[in-house]
C-alpha cells in the first residue's frame, strides 16, 4: 500500500468539479448523495429526485473521469441519488446546465428537445437530455467513419437505446426518440417525427439545414484542465473526518478491516453504493471503505483458460470484456458464452446504473440478502469460480458453493470471480463432434431491463449426434434457475442427471420437465408461483425443445452423407433462428407517423409552435417547487401515516433516540390553532381531514407530520415512528365494496351528477335472441406516477398571513383549505403555483394537504416549512384510480345487435367524498359510446375504510370504455362472430347518439366517429392486417397475434375559468390564467391566443406579438376563482377568458388607434401602447369566462387500431402497431394536441397492460417505487406508432373550433387489451386442438393490467406440457 501512496500526496478534503466549477468539500456526512449535494449546495437543480432509487433516471449526470497514466478521459452517467458524494472525489460532473442556457445559449440537445415537442411537464427532461448527451460523446470516441457536417457519430439504434433507463410520464416517448434520432448519423430524415423545424414537403437538405447544428468539434469539455493538473498531483483521498476509507492494497484493506473489529466500530464496504436502491439501509454506519481503489479488486484477466474479473469492475466495464474477447484467441464456442453472458448483463437495471454497479456488489447482494441477482444465475450455469478474502485469508470457492454457504459477514470481501472458457474439447469429458450449446433467459416486464424478472435461467449442454443415429445425445448439461422466489440461483441436478446421457425426444423432454417442474417451486410468499413455475419449463423447452424434433433429419442427414458436424452446426444456426427468439421483434419504436392538418385561420392559434419554456426545461432553468432555494430557518416535513384500517390512536413513538436526530417537531390534529379545523382538503362534496383525530380511519391517512432540520431527518424520523394503535371495542372497518353495500355505506350522489337511464330495459331484454345474466368485471386503481411527487413551501408572512408554493391543479382550493385549517381570512394566504412536473389529477385535490401541513407547521413554529414527499409515502398517500365491481346483463339479437345492457357498479371510494360522486355520471358518458338499445344502471359510490381515491387522468371514463369493450368481447365470443362486426353494429347513428347523449350530441356533421372508422381501417390497413394475422396464427405454434379496433365517444364539461390580460408600458404583455401548466401546453394555447386575439386590432408590429407575451405564474391573490385544472377542457377555456379580456382592451385601443391613424396614417402596437399609457387607458382587463350552459357539454370522438403478439411461453405482450385518428377540432396548436394524444394513449396502455398498485389485506399500499411500479418505458410502447389528428373544421359552440385532447386518448388503449385478448384465444383455441379433452372458452375474462402472469395463464400455464402429450401421442 505504502509504495502506491508514496508517490503521490494525499488529499484531505473532497475535490471535484460540477459543469467546470471546483468544489473543495472538507466536511461531510459519508451518506451524503451526490444529488443530496448538487441540489442543497449548488445552483446546479437540473437533477431531479424523483424515485430515489435508481430507477427512473431523473437524477443523471455526466460523470468524467480522468486517467493521467493514458491521459484519457471516461464518461459515463450515473444516477445520482444513489452516487454517494465520497466517491466522486477527483471526477468532473455535467448536468445539462453544463451544455448551455438561455443566457449563453441552449445547447442543441436542449433545441431539438424542444423542437421535436418532446418534453412536456418536463421534469424527466434533464436527465433525458445527459443520456443523450453521454452518448454523443462517447459515440465520438468510436473509431467510425466521420458522419455528415451537423450529425454525430451515433447510431438510430443507440440513440433510441441512450433513453432506455429514462422515466417520463407525459410523452409517451415517441417524441423523445425522434429528438434522439435526429442526431444519428444514419438516420433517415424522412423518419423524424413532426417537429418545429422544418415543413413537410421540405428536402432533406432544406430539413438538415433547419436543425440546431451539432458541432462536433464543438464539444462541451466534461473534464476540466485544472482539475486534471489536481489529479495528478494528489489523487489519494484521506477523509478520516467524514469517516471516509479509500484503502488502495489488500493489506491496508485488512487493516482497516481489523481495526474495525478491534476497536468494535461499524464499517460498511461499498463500490457503486446502488445497492442502495433496493435495500434503502437505514443503518447508520460508522466509517464507508471505499474499495474502487485497490488494484486486487479491479482488474479484468485473461488467458486460455478463461477470464477472471475483479469484484469491483462495474457491470458495463465486465460486459465490454466480455465483448471484447478477441474470437482468434478462442474457440468460437467459448466466445460464444461470453456473449451471451454480455448480452443478458445489458438488460441489468439501466445504462447509468450498469456504469457504476460492481459485479462484486451484485453477487454479495446475492449471497448476503437472497437478491435476486441475474448475474449469480448466469455465472451459475458456466461453473464460475469466486474468490472470497477473510482476515488474511484467500479461498476459491466454486460459485455454487459461495450462495449456498451462511451470509457473508461484514468483514469477508470477494475479491474476483473467473469464468471459465467453454470448448467442449477442453472442458467436458470429449466426445467428438460436439459442440455447446448456451443459452440465457429472462422474463421481465420489460424487454430492454430496468425491471427484475420474474424468473431468469442460463443453461450450458454439450451435445452430439447419438451413436445410434436415431438423435441427439446430451453429453453433459448444467441448468441454472434463479430469481423466481428462491433464495439464491440454483442448478437444477436431478433434472440435469435426468438428461446427461439421453438422447433427446418428447418424451425424454417431457419426463425432464415434469422433474423440473417439481424443482422449480417459489418459496411461500412469491407472487404468481405457478407462473414462474411455467417459465422454467418454457426456456428448458425453448433450450432444448427444437432438438427433440431432429430425429428425423438425424437419420436423413447420414443417409444424404452430410457429416453430423454440419449438421450440428445447423442445428445451432436453426435454434438462433428459432421461432422464440424474442430478439426478431425491434426491442424499440421502429416506425412513426404523424398527420396533421394545419390551419392559419386564427393566425398565430392553430401553428405547431414550440411548447413555452420547453428549452428551458430541458437546460435544468425552469424553476419547480423544489427548486425554489430554501429560504432562511427553514424546515423540512414528513408524514407519518397509519398502517391500520380503523384503530385508537394511543400515541406515536420512535423505534430509537437517534431517530429523533434533527426533529423539531411532531404535528398531528391536536396542533390545528384554536379557530381553525382540522381540513386537508374540499371539494363540492366535502371536506378531508388532515390528520386522523384519536382515530385512524384507513391505512394510509395521515397521522402526524414530522419537522426536522433536514428532509433526510424528517424522511428518516417519519420512517422509524411508531403509532401504537387499540382497537377494541370497534367494529370491523368496511374493506370491500360487498362489506359496504351490507353495511350501506355509501356516498350520496347529487341529482346532477345522476346521469339518465335510457330506453325501457325490460323490453330490449324481452327482444334480445340470446341473454349474458350477471356476468362480473373487476377493476383495480392505478398510480400517477408523476415524475415529481408532491410538494410544497410554506412561507409565513407579516401580520398572520401564509405564502404557500405548492405543485397543485387546484391553488384555489388549497387556498381556501389553508386559511380554514389555520383558522384565518382567506386574503391572509396566497397560494402561488408555477408549473407542475406532471399531475395527471394526482395533485388536483391529494396535493392540499401536503400544501396545509407545510403551512400549518410554518405556522406553529414560526418559520418556512417544506416538503418533498419522498416516493413511498407518495404512493401510500395517493389513492389513485377508483378500483370497482361491475355485475353486468346483456341481451343481444342473433346478428349481434346489443338491445340492452343492465349494469351494477360498486366504486370503491375509500373514506371521504374527494371527487367521488362525479363518477357515475363520468361513467355512463363514456359508456354510452355504442348504442346499447336500452341501458340502465345502478352505480354506488361506497364509503369504505380504504384509502381516498381520487380523480387521475380520465376518472371513471377509462374503466367504462373497458366496460363497453368486454360487454361487446362477450357477445361477440358467445355469438363466435368477429368482435369487430359486433363493434360496428353497434356504433351510434346520430339519432341513437341524440337519445343516449341528449343535449350535447351537436350537429350531425360534427358527429365524426362513422368517418374516423371508417378512415382509420384505410389508413391502418385493418381488414388486410386482420387476414394476414390470421395466417400468422395458422403457421406459429408459440405466437400468436391479435388485432382491435375500437371507437370512443368521450363527453367533456366546459367549466368557468378567470383571465387577465396586461399591457405593460414597453408594449409586451402579461397574461395570468386560472388554469395551471402541467405540461399540457395551457400557457403556449394562451400565448397564442392572446397574440391573435390582440393582433385584432389592426396596426403594425403585431406580427411578432407571440414574442411579446408571457404567462406567468398562478397567484391566488391575484387572480381568484381559478379553478380546478382537470377534465382536458382548462387549456380551452383559458383561452377563452384570454380571448375576451384581449377583446376588452382591444375595445379601450380602438378610440385611440382610430385617432391616431387619422393622425398619422398609420400605427405601430409600441406607439399605441405608448399613447394609451399616456392617456390613462385601463390597460389590464380581467374577465371570469362562464361557458353558456347550452354550448358547455361536448363530445369528443376517435379509434384506435392495435395489433399485439403474444409469446406462449412467456405471456409477455409486444405491442407490434396502434394507429389512432382523433378528432381535435380545429386545434389550437396541433404539436400540443399530438404530444397529449401520443402521451394519454401510452399511459393508458400503462393501465390496460403493466400497472398493478396492490394493497395488503389491511388496505395499505404496498407497492412501494419504481421497482414494483411499472409504467411503460421506451421498449414497451407500439413499435409502430401512427397518430392522424383530424381537423374536423368549424365547430360553432367551441372556442376557435377546438376540441380537447388530454384525457380522451387514452381510453383509445383499451385496443391494446382487446388486441391481447384476441391472441390469448388463438391460444387456447389451439391449446384445445391438442387437447380435445380440454374445451374452449372463448368467454373468458381477462383481467386489466394484463401483466405477463395473467396473460401466460390464460393462454395455459401447462401449454409445452400438452404440446408434448401431443406429440408423444402422434399429433392425434
Ligand atoms: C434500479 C436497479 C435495478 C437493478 N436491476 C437488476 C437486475 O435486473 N438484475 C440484477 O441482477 N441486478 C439488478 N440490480 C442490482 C445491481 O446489479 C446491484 O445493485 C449492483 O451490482 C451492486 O453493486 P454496487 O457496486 O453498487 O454495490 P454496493 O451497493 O456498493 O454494495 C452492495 C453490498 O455489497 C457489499 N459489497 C460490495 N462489494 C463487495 C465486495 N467486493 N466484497 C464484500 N462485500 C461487498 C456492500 O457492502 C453492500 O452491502 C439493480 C440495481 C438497481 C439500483
Ligand atoms: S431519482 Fe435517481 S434514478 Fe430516479
Ligand atoms: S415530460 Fe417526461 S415526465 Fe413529464
Not at 796 to 816: K, L
Request: with cysteine; charged share 20%.
Amino acid at each position: 500500500m505504502e509504495e502506491h501512496r508514496e508517490s503521490r500526496s494525499s488529499r484531505n478534503s473532497l475535490v471535484f468539479a460540477v459543469n467546470g466549477e471546483r468544489f473543495d468539500v472538507s466536511s461531510v456526512d459519508p451518506s451524503t448523495t451526490l444529488l443530496e449535494f448538487l441540489r442543497s449546495h449548488t445552483r446546479f437543480k437540473s437533477v431531479k429526485l424523483s424515485c430515489g432509487e435508481g430507477g427512473c433516471g431523473a437524477c443523471l449526470v455526466l460523470l468524467s473521469k480522468y486517467n493521467p497514466e493514458l491521459d484519457q478521459v471516461d464518461d459515463f452517467t450515473v444516477s445520482s441519488c444513489l452516487t454517494l458524494l465520497c466517491s466522486v472525489n477527483g471526477c468532473s460532473i455535467t448536468t445539462t446546465e453544463g451544455l448551455g442556457n438561455s443566457k449563453v445559449g441552449f445547447h442543441p440537445i436542449h433545441q431539438r428537445f424542444a423542437g421535436f415537442h418532446a418534453s412536456q411537464c418536463g421534469f424527466c427532461t434533464p436527465g433525458m437530455c445527459v443520456s443523450l448527451f453521454s452518448a454523443l460523446v462517447n459515440a465520438e470516441k468510436r473509431h467510425r467513419p466521420q458522419p455528415p457536417p451537423g450529425f454525430s457519430k451515433l447510431t438510430v439504434s443507440e440513440a433510441e437505446k441512450a433513453i432506455a433507463g429514462n422515466l417520463c410520464r407525459c410523452t409517451g416517448y415517441r417524441s423523445v426518440v425522434d429528438a434522439c434520432k435526429s442526431f444519428a448519423a444514419d438516420v433517415d430524415m424522412e423518419d423524424l417525427g413532426f417537429n418545429a423545424f422544418w415543413g413537410k414537403q421540405e428536402s432533406k437538405e432544406v430539413k438538415i439545414s433547419r436543425l440546431p447544428l451539432w458541432k462536433r468539434n464543438d464539444q462541451i469539455c466534461t473534464f476540466p484542465e485544472f482539475l486534471k493538473k489536481e489529479n495528478k498531483s494528489a489523487a489519494f483521498l484521506d477523509l478520516e473526518r467524514c469517516c471516509w476509507l479509500s484503502p488502495v492494497s489488500i493489506p491496508e484493506l485488512q487493516s482497516l478491516l481489523e481495526n474495525a473489529d478491534n476497536n468494535q466500530y461499524s464499517v460498511k464496504l461499498v463500490v457503486g453504493n446502488t445497492g442502495m436502491g433496493y435495500y434503502k439501509e437505514v443503518e447508520h454506519f460508522d466509517k464507508y471503505i471505499d474499495i474502487r481503489h485497490i488494484p486486487e479488486l479491479s482488474f479484468i484477466r485473461r488467458d486460455q483458460t478463461g477470464i477472471e474479473i475483479g469484484a469491483t469492475v462495474t457491470i458495463s466495464k465486465a460486459i465490454e470484456a466480455l465483448k471484447e474477447q478477441d474470437e482468434g484467441d478462442f474457440h468460437s464456442e467459448g466466445v460464444m458464452v461470453f456473449k451471451k453472458i454480455a448480452d443478458h448483463m445489458e438488460k441489468i437495471a439501466t445504462r447509468s446504473i450498469r456504469n457504476s454497479a460492481s459485479v462484486g456488489g451484485n453477487l454479495v447482494m446475492a449471497q448476503r440478502n437472497n437478491f435476486p441477482s441475474d448475474i449469480s444465475t448466469i455465472l451459475l450455469s458456466v461453473d464460475a469460480v469466486i474468490t472470497v478474502m477473510t482476515g488474511h485469508k484467500c479461498e476459491k470457492l466454486m460459485l455454487e458453493e459461495f450462495l449456498e454457504s451462511s451470509p457473508l459477514d461484514a468483514k469477508s470481501v470477494l475479491i474476483s470471480f473467473k469464468i471459465p472458457y467453454w470448448d467442449p474439447c477442453r472442458n467436458i469429458t470429449s466426445e467428438t463432434n460436439s459442440i455447446i450449446l448456451f443459452e440465457t433467459y429472462r422474463a421481465a416486464l420489460r424487454p430492454l431491463g430496468n425491471a427484475l424478472p420474474h424468473l431468469n435461467a442460463a443453461f450450458l449442454a454439450e451435445i452430439s449426434p447419438s451413436e445410434m443415429g436415431d438423435g441427439i445425445k446430451i453429453n453433459s448439461c448444467q441448468l441454472a434457475f434463479g430469481a423466481y422466489g428462491t433464495r439464491h440461483a440454483i442448478r437444477a441436478r436431478k433434472v440435469e442427471d435426468f438428461l446427461i446421457g439421453k438422447v433427446l425426444n418428447f418424451s425424454v423432454l417431457y419426463e425432464a420437465i415434469k422433474l423440473l417442474e417439481a424443482f422449480v417451486v417459489p418459496e411461500d410468499g412469491t407472487s404468481s408461483p405457478a407462473f414462474r413455475s411455467s417459465l422454467a419449463v418454457g426456456f428448458l423447452f425453448q433450450f432444448l425443445g427444437f432438438l427433440a424434433e431432429v430425429e428425423t433429419e438425424i437419420s436423413s442427414a447420414q443417409v444424404d452423407g452430410y457429416s453430423n458436424t454440419m449438421l450440428l452446426k445447423a442445428l445451432k444456426m436453426k435454434q438462433n433462428d428459432d421461432q422464440f427468439d424474442q430478439t426478431k421483434f425491434p426491442t424499440l419504436l421502429s416506425s412513426a407517423k404523424q398527420v396533421l392538418e394545419l390551419s392559419r385561420k386564427y393566425y398565430p392559434v392553430g401553428e405547431p409552435i414550440i411548447k413555452s419554456g420547453a428549452a428551458l426545461q430541458a437546460s435544468g432553468e425552469a424553476v419547480y417547487v423544489d427548486d425554489i432555494p430554501s429560504p432562511a430557518n427553514c424546515l423540512y416535513g414528513a408524514f407519518v401515516c397509519s398502517t391500520k384500517p380503523l384503530a385508537r390512536i394511543k400515541g406515536i413513538e420512535f423505534k430509537s433516540k437517534s431517530a429523533t436526530h434533527g426533529v423539531s417537531a411532531l404535528i398531528s390534529y391536536k396542533e390545528i390553532p384554536d379557530g381553525g379545523a382540522n381540513v386537508g382538503s374540499k371539494t363540492i362534496f366535502g371536506a378531508e381531514p388532515l390528520f386522523a383525530d384519536e382515530l385512524t380511519r384507513y391505512a394510509g391517512q395521515r397521522v402526524a407530520f414530522v419537522v426536522a432540520d433536514t428532509q433526510k431527518n424528517a424522511d428518516r424520523a417519519a420512517n422509524l415512528a411508531v403509532v401504537d394503535y387499540d382497537m377494541e371495542n370497534l367494529e370491523p372497518p368496511i374493506l370491500s365494496v360487498e362489506e359496504a353495500v351490507e353495511r350501506s355505506s355509501f356516498f350520496e350522489v347529487p341529482p346532477i351528477f345522476s346521469p339518465k337511464q335510457v330506453g325501457d330495459i325490460l323490453k330490449g331484454m324481452d327482444e334480445a335472441d340470446h341473454k349474458i345474466l350477471s356476468a362480473e368485471i373487476k377493476l383495480g386503481s392505478q398510480y400517477y406516477f408523476y415524475m415529481e411527487t408532491q410538494t410544497a413551501l410554506a412561507v409565513p408572512d407579516e401580520d398572520n398571513c401564509m405564502v404557500v408554493y405548492s405543485s397543485i391543479q387546484c391553488p384555489e382550493f388549497a387556498h381556501a383549505t389553508i386559511a380554514r385549517c389555520l383558522g384565518i381570512p382567506e386574503h391572509n394566504v396566497r397560494v402561488i403555483t408555477r408549473r407542475v412536473g406532471g399531475g395527471f389529477g394526482g395533485k388536483a385535490i391529494k396535493a392540499m394537504p401536503v400544501a396545509t401541513a407545510c403551512a400549518l407547521a410554518a405556522y406553529k413554529l414560526c418559520r418556512p416549512v417544506r416538503i418533498y414527499v419522498n416516493r413511498k409515502t407518495d404512493m401510500i398517500m395517493a389513492g389513485g384510480r377508483h378500483p370497482m365491481k361491475i355485475t353486468y346483463s346483456v341481451g343481444f339479437k342473433s346478428n349481434g345487435k346489443i338491445m340492452a345492457l343492465q349494469l351494477k357498479i360498486l366504486i370503491d371510494a375509500g373514506l371521504s367524498a374527494d371527487i367521488s360522486p362525479i363518477m357515475p355520471r363520468n361513467m355512463m358518458c363514456t359508456l354510452k359510446k355504442y348504442d346499447w338499445g336500452a341501458l340502465h344502471f345502478d352505480i354506488k359510490v361506497c364509503r369504505t375504510n380504504l384509502p381516498n381515491r381520487s380523480a387521475m387522468r380520465a376518472p371513471g371514463e377509462v374503466q367504462a370504455s373497458f366496460i363497453a369493450e368486454a360487454v361487446i368481447e362477450h357477445v361477440a365470443s358467445t355469438l363466435s362472430m368477429e368482435v369487430d362486426s359486433v363493434r360496428n353494429i353497434n356504433l351510434h347513428t346520430y339519432n341513437s347518439l341524440n337519445l343516449f347523449y341528449e343535449g350535447c350530441a351537436g350537429e350531425l356533421m360534427e358527429y365524426t366517429l362513422p368517418s374516423i372508422w371508417d378512415k382509420l381501417s384505410l389508413s391502418s390497413s385493418f381488414k388486410q392486417r386482420t387476414e394476414m394475422i390470421k395466417e400468422f396464427n395458422r403457421s406459429n405454434l408459440w405466437r400468436k397475434k391479435g388485432i382491435s379496433r375500437v371507437p370512443i365517444v368521450h363527453e367533456v364539461t366546459v367549466r368557468p375559468t378567470p383571465g387577465k390580460v396586461s399591457i405593460l408600458s414597453d408594449a409586451s404583455v402579461v397574461v395570468e390564467v386560472g388554469g395551471i401548466e402541467l405540461g399540457q401546453g395551457l400557457w403556449t394555447k394562451a400565448k397564442q391566443m392572446a397574440a391573435f386575439a390582440l393582433s385584432s386590432i389592426l396596426c403594425g408590429g403585431t406580427v411578432d406579438l407571440l414574442e411579446k407575451v408571457r404567462v406567468v405564474q398562478t397567484d391566488t391573490l391575484s387572480l381568484i376563482q381559478g379553478g380546478f385544472t382537470a377534465g382536458s377542457t382548462t387549456s380551452e377555456s383559458s383561452c377563452e377568458a384570454i380571448r375576451l379580456c384581449c377583446n376588452i382592451l382591444v375595445e379601450r385601443l380602438t378610440p385611440i388607434r382610430e385617432r391616431l391613424l387619422e393622425q398619422m396614417g398609420s400605427i405601430n402596437w409600441e406607439t399605441l401602447i405608448q399613447q394609451a399609457y399616456m392617456q390613462a387607458v385601463n390597460l389590464s382587463a380581467n374577465t371570469l369566462f362562464v361557458p353558456d350552459l347550452s354550448s358547455m357539454l361536448y363530445l369528443n370522438y376517435g379509434a384506435a387500431v392495435s395489433e399485439v403478439e403474444v409469446n406462449l411461453l412467456t405471456g409477455e405482450t409486444t405491442i407490434l402497431r396502434s394507429d389512432i385518428v382523433y378528432d381535435c377540432g380545429q386545434s389550437l396548436n396541433p404539436a400540443v394536441d399530438l404530444g397529449q394524444i401520443e402521451g394519454a394513449f401510452v399511459q393508458g396502455i400503462g393501465f390496460f397492460m403493466f400497472e398493478e398498485y396492490p394493497t395488503n389485506s389491511d388496505g395499505l399500499v404496498v407497492s412501494e417505487g419504481s421497482w414494483t411500479y411499472k409504467i411503460p418505458t421506451v421498449d414497451t410502447i407500439p413499435k409502430k406508432f401512427n397518430v392522424e389528428i383530424l381537423n374536423s373544421g368549424h365547430h360553432r359552440n367551441r372556442v376557435l373550433s377546438s376540441k380537447a385532447s388530454g384525457e380522451p386518448p387514452l381510453l383509445l388503449a383499451v385496443s391494446v387489451h382487446c388486441a391481447t385478448r384476441a391472441a390469448i384465444r388463438e391460444a387456447r383455441q389451439q391449446l384445445q386442438s391438442w387437447n380435445k379433452s380440454k374445451g374452449f372458452d372463448s368467454t373468458f375474462n381477462l383481467e386489466v393490467p394484463a401483466t405477463m402472469p395473467i396473460v401466460k395463464e390464460l393462454c395455459g400455464l401447462d401449454y409445452v406440457e400438452m404440446y408434448l402429450q401431443w406429440r408423444i401421442n402422434g399429433r392425434k
